[in-house]
């Protein structure tokens, strides 16, 4: 039985966690020693005797495959701490008992559990990290217990990532509330008292909140780039949550771009999935021809093209605006902007020049623009 069976969207954030850690510990590995942090780690909603289906034993599960093959690569055998946090007295034992054996002084995996609240334990996460490179991943179960004017010390490195789930579902709920209470309790993530007026008045007021979001944590940390990546919900069209993704790398932003789209398309098959089986659940009957609603969901191809399309226009006023630049440049704007990855920009700079808006730059044949390539309006 799949243990993501209704949580789908857990699926979709863990599938997004490992592939990230993946792609990120192994480069990040070769270089520098590693601090994880998974400030609310749980075990939550957890189906498996050895915790496999959480975040925490997944980060162990990889960072370790990673390495030992850096190890294997290098003969360089890189010091890993991993700093885990959970304030439920229950679920803070289960952690304890299924880290334990893993701890290896020998094979420098280090692992500090603590029990208490996440923005309580920032001086001992600023120990822990210790000029090492921090993958931060904060995934709360309502949007409390992360304010940013306490935890925010823990980004300060040069290097630092971090992933937080922005639970936008609840947060919708509750953005046209009037309670001053609830108002305030969005203060520490909205960047102080007043956040009403910060927002974009041309966007509906959830979409308002998730961006005013994504500029205070770029503030608050210092980041480079701050993009996020919409969850549905299993059943309903409807957002479920937001992962945010900060970075201070633009190898980082397109790293991410590439695994969010992997993520999304295996996201999409796991939605039509659970949609059948509600189907089932309702009528009673099995459906005739499963998996045929997947040819009637907007794919995720088809979100590609339609931002591919929204991303051509928006280049071309930034180039209207700007002149030439480099290539590079228009990989940042476009992928901060779009869910889109840098091979659909490369494919967009083809086609501008094909219709005769940009020069052709970067040569005939397969060529396609790199980094360097000056991308010129006609
Ligand atoms: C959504 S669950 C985490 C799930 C886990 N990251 C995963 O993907 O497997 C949130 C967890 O944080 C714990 N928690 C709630 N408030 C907390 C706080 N202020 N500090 C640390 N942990 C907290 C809860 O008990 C719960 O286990």
């Known amino acids: 039985m799949d243990v993501y069976l209704q949580r789908e969207q857990t699926k979709a954030k863990h599938f997004i966690l490992r592939r990230y850690l993946q792609a990120l510990a192994f480069k990040v590995l070769r270089s520098w020693d590693v601090t994880y942090i998974d400030g609310f780690s749980g075990p939550w909603q957890s189906r498996t005797s050895d915790f496999s289906d959480t975040s925490f034993m997944i980060a162990i599960d990889v960072l370790k495959d990673a390495q030992k093959r850096i190890l294997q690569d290098t003969g360089n055998l890189r010091h890993i701490r991993c700093f885990f946090s959970e304030s439920d007295a229950v679920a803070y034992k289960k952690l304890e008992n299924a880290v334990a054996p893993h701890r290896s002084v020998s094979g420098k995996f280090e692992i500090q559990t603590y ?175 499963p998996g045929y609603d997947a040819q009637q969901e907007a794919t995720i191809d088809d979100v590609v093209i339609q931002q591919k399309k929204i991303a051509a226009a928006d280049i071309r006023v930034f180039l209207a605006e700007r002149g030439g630049v480099r290539f590079s440049t228009i990989v940042d704007f476009a992928l901060q902007a779009h869910m889109l990855r840098e091979t659909n920009i490369k494919d967009i700079c083809l086609q501008l020049a094909r219709d005769g808006f940009i020069q052709n730059t970067w040569g005939n044949g397969n060529r396609k623009p790199s980094d360097d390539t000056i991308i010129q309006p006609r």
């Open 115 to 289: 029990f208490g609240k996440f923005e309580d334990a920032v001086e001992q996460i600023k120990n822990i990290i210790n000029g090492n490179f921090p993958l931060i991943f904060i995934d709360p179960t309502g949007w409390t217990g992360y304010p940013f004017h306490k935890i925010k010390s823990i980004f300060d490195s040069d290097k630092c990532e971090v992933l937080i789930n922005f639970m936008y579902d609840f947060v919708n709920r509750f953005v046209s509330s009037q309670d001053v209470n609830t108002i305030a309790s969005l203060d520490p993530i909205l960047g102080g008292a007043g956040w009403h007026q910060r927002l974009d008045q041309s966007l509906p007021r959830g979409a308002a909140v998730e961006k005013l979001f994504r500029e205070t944590l770029k503030r608050e940390g210092r980041f480079q780039y701050v993009i996020s990546t919409k969850i549905d919900k299993n059943t309903i069209d409807r957002p479920h949550f937001f992962l945010a993704y900060g970075t201070k790398s633009r190898e980082g932003l397109k790293a991410f771009r590439r695994i969010e789209h992997e993520a999304l398309k295996e996201h999409a098959r796991n939605r039509v999935s659970a949609k059948e089986r509600r189907r089932e659940d309702l009528t009673g009957v099995d459906e005739l021809f």
